[in-house]
């Protein structure tokens, strides 16, 4: 008999604040927003880490990165051994289990260039696809945006922040490859004899910035806010905590900069329409009513916070992530409870009516789907590979490996912009040894788990 199906959708690189529907007021988001629209929309979802690789092996194998110590671009599949992945495990309960492009890690660009499988985990699928795409190769308009200060660098591979405004149609592109193939998958698997669990991985707003041209249009740079800025931020922070990537480091003027975030918008944009046509082919076929539909990031990114660009930093741009859970005949709610990407696999395997291996690390939050306002947990835990951060409601607190000062303390009630380091003040310490314990004890306890 079948029972109920996951659609799972997961862009790359996606930062919540640039969905229209947490708020962000440029940038259009329609088919995300019309999943809000019957689904519960949570606004505090953090990952486990700060970039593709760790961040992925963590949630589909169930465990932080500190308890499988898989903190680079691996599936995760060594450290865990035998034990079941979150797909693996649908598909050994009876589950037709299917991977469109990258749900584990797959480097981008250079993985999409050549169509392959990157750091799949071959086991957890019954049948898995790639989408090959021209990436920065794309003809059309392209500028890079990095180590560029004179503009006459070509548009280069890699990790670059280039810019390119795509000629022809989204089909051109690994995306609208995609959403085609996950289409056609939704449809097949009308006359399945078994539920399925459909993984589709969409690789923007992941550089490069590669998008039809039209869907930059809705973005000219000239009228780009970037955001507020601080004289003097840079002064009580880290140095591991200085990002990777800054506008200082990658020389980046303000037009550069505003270029790079009308980029990404367009590449956001371009993402949602192709989440639009695998909503649209769940509701042609006739499944909407017997499928939960996820829709995520790996982790957050930073659009010139702190004169931070990307992943990696332990700030809220980029330990936040997006998460809509839409169920059958789902209505639109809000849920402001601590939640982490750590919880999709035991909350999947509930609704599911599976039971939830003991030995995952996340949560079962379904109940949250029922009663928005019930909270799960006091605070959530991200890490790098420089630190981490485990941050509540009021307190977020980052440590750095090495020597101090390595520490940061932050009131978000007061400071959501995160520029006050509240570390050497005195008037702070009750908070800062409350949060020190809590992060002594979350480390103590994810590394008890028996692995
Ligand atoms: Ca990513």
Request: overall charge neutral; hydrophobic content about 35%.
């Amino acid at each position: 008999m079948k029972t109920t199906n996951v659609l799972f959708i997961i862009s790359d690189d996606l930062s919540a604040t640039t969905i229209a529907s947490y708020g962000n007021k440029i940038c259009k988001t329609p088919n995300i927003d019309r999943l809000a629209q019957k689904g519960t929309l949570f606004t505090r979802v953090y990952c486990q880490a700060t970039y593709c690789g760790p961040s992925r092996a963590s949630f589909m194998s169930g465990y932080y990165p500190d308890a499988t110590g898989v903190f680079g671009y691996v599936s995760g599949r060594k450290a865990i051994g035998d034990r079941e992945t979150w797909a693996e495990y649908f598909k050994n309960q009876g589950y037709h289990t299917a991977r469109v492009s990258k749900i584990f890690h797959m480097p981008v660009p250079k993985g999409i260039e050549l169509g392959s499988d990157g750091s799949d985990d071959p086991r957890s699928w019954t049948e898995k696809y790639n989408c090959q795409g021209p990436e920065w190769k794309a003809s059309g308009v392209g500028e890079t945006l990095e180590g560029n200060p004179d503009g006459t660098r070509p548009v280069v591979g890699g990790n670059t922040f280039v810019r390119v405004e795509a000629e022809g149609d989204d089909l051109v592109h690994s995306d609208g490859k995609a959403a085609q193939k996950a289409c056609e998958l939704i449809h097949s698997y009308k006359n399945l004899d078994k539920p399925f669990f459909l993984g589709v991985g969409f690789v923007r707003p992941h550089v490069p910035f590669v998008a039809p041209k039209e869907y930059y249009k809705d973005y000219p740079w000239q009228e780009i806010v970037l955001p507020k800025k601080m004289e003097g931020d840079w002064e009580d922070i880290p140095k591991k905590g200085i990002n990777y990537k800054t506008s200082k480091n990658m020389k980046m003027s303000i037009e550069q900069q505003k270029k790079a975030v009308s980029a990404y918008y367009a590449s956001v944009s371009f993402m949602d329409a192709q989440v639009g046509k695998v909503l649209q082919a769940l509701e042609d076929s006739g499944q909407a009513d017997e499928t939960i539909v996820i829709f995520t990031s790996d982790h957050g990114y930073h659009l010139g916070e702190h004169d931070f660009w990307a992943k990696v930093s332990l700030k809220d741009e980029s330990i936040r992530v997006p998460l809509i859970i839409s169920v059958p005949q789902g209505k639109a709610a809000r849920s402001d409870s601590l939640v982490e990407l750590l919880d999709l696999f035991p909350t999947t395997a509930k609704m599911c009516g599976l039971d939830i291996p003991e030995r995952l690390q996340g949560k079962d939050i379904s109940k949250l789907l029922q009663s928005p306002q019930t909270e799960v947990r006091d605070a959530i835990f991200s890490a790098n590979n420089k630190g981490w951060v485990i941050q509540g409601k009021r307190w977020s607190y980052m440590k750095y490996k090495g020597p101090r000062p390595n520490e940061e303390l932050f009131d978000l009630n007061k400071d959501p912009n995160q520029f006050f380091n509240l570390v050497s003040n005195p008037e702070y310490k009750v908070a800062l040894d409350k949060m020190r314990l809590a992060f002594t004890n979350k480390m103590k306890e994810l590394k008890t788990n028996d692995l």
